[in-house]
């Protein structure tokens, strides 16, 4: 079964500072991982993916994300934080095989950017 | 386009009643899924469905139907709605993805569901 762990509930940073929200991941197999963001009753919105290749993943909004085999992460950065980026940030995972495309998702970290 | 579409935004029901969600999309994905979200849990998979005529249970199917006799629309049925089924309830759809390519998902706005 595959799992994500997003290890903190609240992250908080100050405008202009660089961000990191974490993500773990346990997967059968080679993974493929998202970063989802989701504002104030809002739905979510798709920021970016790893699928294969560079390790270093450009998004959406200035986000970018680094994937590591060996340490099973993916975690979101962010140069310069702006207010603007305060939400609610989703990791999900998806395995190699099957059509469906099952996402399975962390529990989300707040992300608050102070002025 | 306007995207995925759920209605109602709202709804509160009494203990035993049913009633559908709705979701449509217009962007001719094949695959569309429900997903439910609870504080501090993320999102988990309820049923999806990767084209017409074809569903399949999630994560957590209990208490939940759902049919889809189009592309375009996938409903949600709630049988008999207890109050765990209180929560915020999100339709996505991609398209269908293949190994080597696997398509991001677009989520509707959500429908805040309570029960009492």
């Known amino acids: 079964a595959q799992s994500v762990a997003q290890p903190e509930d609240q992250v908080n940073v100050a405008e202009g500072n660089p961000l990191t929200v974490k993500c773990t991941y346990s997967v059968s197999g080679n993974p493929y991982l998202f970063w989802y963001v989701q504002y104030p009753n809002r739905g979510l919105q798709f920021l970016l993916k790893?699928?294969?290749?560079?390790?270093l993943v450009k998004g959406s909004y200035g986000f970018e994300a680094e994937f590591n085999k060996s340490q099973t992460s993916f975690h979101l950065k962010k140069p310069s934080a702006l207010v603007s980026d305060s939400a609610l940030y989703f990791c999900a995972v998806s395995p190699l095989s099957g059509s469906a495309r099952q996402l399975t998702f962390g529990s989300g970290t707040q992300l608050t950017v102070l002025p | 386009n306007a995207g995925v579409t759920q209605t109602p935004k709202f709804q509160v029901l009494k203990t035993g009643q049913s009633m559908t969600l709705q979701c449509a999309q217009d962007m001719n994905h094949e695959y569309m899924s429900w997903y439910r979200q609870d504080p501090g849990m993320g999102l988990r998979l309820i049923h999806y469905s990767v084209g017409a005529g074809i569903t399949d249970q999630g994560e957590v199917p209990n208490g939940y139907n759902v049919s889809r006799s189009t592309t375009e629309d996938f409903p949600l049925r709630l049988l008999s709605a207890a109050p765990s089924q209180t929560s915020v309830y999100f339709c996505?759809?991609?398209?269908?993805?293949?190994?080597?390519?696997?398509?991001?998902?677009?989520f509707g706005p959500g429908t805040r569901l309570t029960v009492t």
């Open positions: 996505a759809s991609s398209y269908a993805s293949s190994d080597r390519f696997p398509y991001e998902q677009y």
């Open positions: 790893y699928i294969t290749g560079d390790n």
